[in-house]
C-alpha cells in the first residue's frame, strides 16, 4: 500500500510539473538564446566588413584619416561589449545597443565622407563592401525584430498566472528587448 501511494504522489508530481509550463518556459528561454546569438552573429559580420572597409578607404582618401580613426575605434569598443545569454536584461540589452549605435554613426559618417571622393565611389572593391554593409545592416534589423518577439514570447509566458508562480520558483525572469534609437521618432531633414 506504500508503495502505491508513493508511486501515486510521484505520479501526481510528474504531471503537475508537466502541466505547469516549466518545459513551456526553458523551451522558450533557449529560444531566445538561440535568437540573441543570432543578433550577435550579425552584428560580428558587421564587425569583420569593418577592417576591408577602412583598408579601402585609406588608400583613395588619405584626408579623412580621423573619420577612419574614429570607425576603427568605434569597432573596438563595440567588439568588446559582450551580452551574457543568461542575462538579458534591460540594461545589458541597453549597453550593447549603445555601442553598437556609436559604431552605426561612425560607418554612417565616413560613408558620407566618402562622396567627396568619385574614383572612391567608383572602386569596384568599395560599391561590393559598402553593398555587404548594407545587406548586413538590414539582417541586423531582421535579428534584432526576431529577438524582440522571441522576447515578448518569453516575457508574456512568464509574466502570466499561473506561470509566474513557476518562474519565480525556478528563477525565470523578464528578459530585455532592444529599444529604438534616441531621436528616430523624428524624420531627418532633407535640404537639396
Not at 152 to 169: C, E, H, L, W
Amino acid at each position: 500500500m506504500k508503495r502505491l501511494l508513493i508511486a501515486a504522489i510521484g505520479l501526481f508530481t510528474a504531471l503537475s510539473f508537466s502541466s505547469c509550463g516549466y518545459n513551456t518556459m526553458v523551451s522558450k528561454d533557449e529560444n531566445v538564446k538561440g535568437k540573441w546569438a543570432q543578433v550577435e552573429n550579425a552584428y560580428q559580420r558587421r564587425a569583420d566588413l569593418i577592417p576591408n572597409l577602412v583598408s579601402t578607404v585609406k588608400g583613395a582618401a588619405k584626408h579623412e584619416e580621423s573619420t577612419l580613426t574614429a570607425v576603427v575605434e568605434a569597432r573596438a569598443k563595440a567588439t568588446s561589449v559582450t551580452v551574457d545569454p543568461s542575462n538579458l536584461t534591460e540594461e545589458s540589452i541597453a549597453n550593447y545597443q549603445q555601442t553598437q549605435d556609436a559604431l552605426s554613426q561612425s560607418i554612417g559618417r565616413l560613408l558620407v565622407s566618402v562622396e567627396a571622393y568619385p574614383d572612391l565611389k567608383a572602386n569596384s572593391n568599395f560599391q561590393e563592401l559598402q553593398a555587404q554593409l548594407e545587406g548586413t545592416e538590414n539582417r541586423i534589423s531582421t535579428e534584432r525584430r526576431e529577438y524582440n518577439v522571441a522576447v515578448q514570447d518569453y516575457n508574456t509566458t512568464v509574466r502570466s498566472f499561473p506561470k509566474n508562480i513557476v518562474a519565480g520558483i525556478f528563477g525565470f525572469k523578464a528578459k530585455g528587448t532592444f529599444k529604438a534609437a534616441e531621436g528616430s521618432d523624428k524624420a531627418p531633414t532633407v535640404a537639396f
